[in-house]
T-cell receptor, first 111, second 112 residues
Framework: GENVEQHPSTLSVQEGDSAVIKCTYSDSASNYFPWYKQELGKRPQLIIDIRSNVGEKKDQRIAVTLNKTAKHFSLHITETQPEDSAVYFC??????????FGSGTQLTVLP | GAGVSQSPSNKVTEKGKDVELRCDPI?????LYWYRQSLGQGLEFLIY????????KSGLPSDRFSAERTGGSVSTLTIQRTQQEDSAVYLCASSPQYNEQFFGPGTRLTVL
């Protein structure tokens, strides 16, 4: 089955700096790669996703890049703010099967 | 519109008792998923339903766990003879086909 590895498990950055979280996946058939943000005590919520026909996608301060050859994708958050502090999960999926989630990254933005 | 709802929000039970957790997905979503999240941990896949197809039960940790989805809508996750290690937040999510998953608020299960 699919295996998704996520790094780092914890990340602390100064407010205003950038944060990068990386994930690798094993199944070359995967074609959908979402990122979820989970604030303390709340449900995971989708913040951005990318499909395999695109190499990069950006939404304001958040961007995701995908390298299908190397089977890895990354989340980039620029100009970080304290409200960006949360656990971020990557996931990998494709047609006819469920998502496989990474183990999560606890991001802390220091004021 | 209404999102995914789950009930109860909190459940405290004694070891050995059975519990039922309910999930109401977003109307029209064909896919429904159950996950387990232990404190400070990631999302552990349990089971998923897609339309009228046989469910994928590959994530269920033991035969004490079962789930059903009636009429392609509401789903119930049942845990029999609960153990302390079953304590966790149980999250349900629904999805239109295989795209974005929308999560419910979860049920926090505590087994004493």
């Amino acid at each position: 089955g699919e295996n998704v590895e996520q790094h780092p498990s914890t990340l602390s950055v100064q407010e205003g700096d950038s944060a990068v979280i990386k994930c690798t996946y094993s199944d070359s058939a995967s074609n959908y790669f979402p990122w979820y943000k989970q604030e303390l005590g709340k449900r995971p919520q989708l913040i951005i996703d990318i499909r395999s026909n695109v190499g990069e996608k950006k939404d304001q301060r958040i961007a995701v890049t995908l390298n299908k050859t190397a089977k890895h994708f990354s989340l980039h958050i620029t100009e970080t703010q304290p409200e960006d502090s949360a656990v971020y999960f990557c996931a990998s999926g494709g047609s006819a099967r469920q998502l496989t989630f990474g183990s999560g990254t606890q991001l802390t933005v220091l004021p | 519109g209404a999102g995914v709802s789950q009930s109860p929000s909190n459940k405290v039970t004694e070891k050995g008792k059975d519990v039922e957790l309910r999930c109401d997905p977003i109307s029209g979503h064909t896919a429904l998923y159950w996950y387990r999240q232990s404190l400070g941990q990631g999302l552990e896949f349990l089971i998923y339903f897609q339309g009228n197809s046989a469910p994928d039960k590959s994530g269920l940790p033991s035969d004490r766990f079962s789930a059903e989805r009636t009429g392609g809508s509401v789903s119930t996750l049942t845990i029999q003879r609960t153990q302390q290690e079953d304590s966790a937040v149980y999250l349900c999510a629904s999805s239109p086909q295989y795209n974005e998953q929308f999560f419910g608020p979860g049920t926090r299960l505590t087994v004493l």
